[in-house]
C-alpha cells in the first residue's frame, strides 16, 4: 500500500472537523478524473442512505452506510482514509457524468494528482 499524501490526508481531516464543507478538489483515481466538492463522512454516508432508503430495490442496503460512526476514528486520533464527494462529477471528454452530481468515495491512497477546485466544462 503507498503512502497516503499528507496534504489530502490535511485536507480531509479539515473537512471532517467540520470547519469547511466548501472545499471543491478534482482529483485522478484509476484513471478517472472526479471532480466536487468534498463533505465530512457522517454527512455523506447520511445523504447516500437517504437516498437508498427510498429505493424500492436497494432501501436495505441503507443501513450499511449508517452503523458505522467515522467520528469514532477521528476521536481515536486515526487520520481520514477517504475523500468524500458530493456535487461531483467523473469527467469523460468534454461531458460530467452525472450532470447533476453525485457522490463518491476515494481512497486517498488512489489519488494519483490532485488540484484545489473543481473543473467546469462546456458542451458548446
Given at each position: ?85 458530493h456535487l461531483a462529477r467523473i469527467l469523460q471528454g468534454n461531458v460530467g457524468i452525472p450532470d447533476t452530481g453525485g457522490m463518491y468515495r476515494v481512497a486517498i491512497t488512489d489519488v494519483s ?12
Amino acid at each position: 500500500m503507498s503512502n497516503p499524501d499528507e496534504l489530502l490526508v490535511g485536507i480531509s481531516a479539515l473537512v471532517e472537523s467540520g470547519q469547511s464543507n466548501r472545499m471543491s478538489l478534482t482529483v485522478v483515481a484509476g484513471g478517472a478524473v472526479i471532480t466536487g466538492r468534498l463533505a465530512p463522512e457522517a454527512v455523506w454516508r447520511e445523504r447516500v442512505s437517504e437516498v437508498l432508503k427510498d429505493s424500492d430495490h436497494l432501501g436495505p442496503f441503507s443501513g450499511v452506510f449508517i452503523a458505522d460512526r467515522p467520528q469514532d476514528r477521528a476521536d481515536h486520533g486515526e487520520p481520514p482514509t477517504h475523500l468524500h464527494f458530493h456535487l461531483a462529477r467523473i469527467l469523460q471528454g468534454n461531458v460530467g457524468i452525472p450532470d447533476t452530481g453525485g457522490m463518491y468515495r476515494v481512497a486517498i491512497t488512489d489519488v494519483s494528482a490532485w488540484t484545489v477546485g473543481d473543473f467546469s466544462y462546456s458542451d458548446h
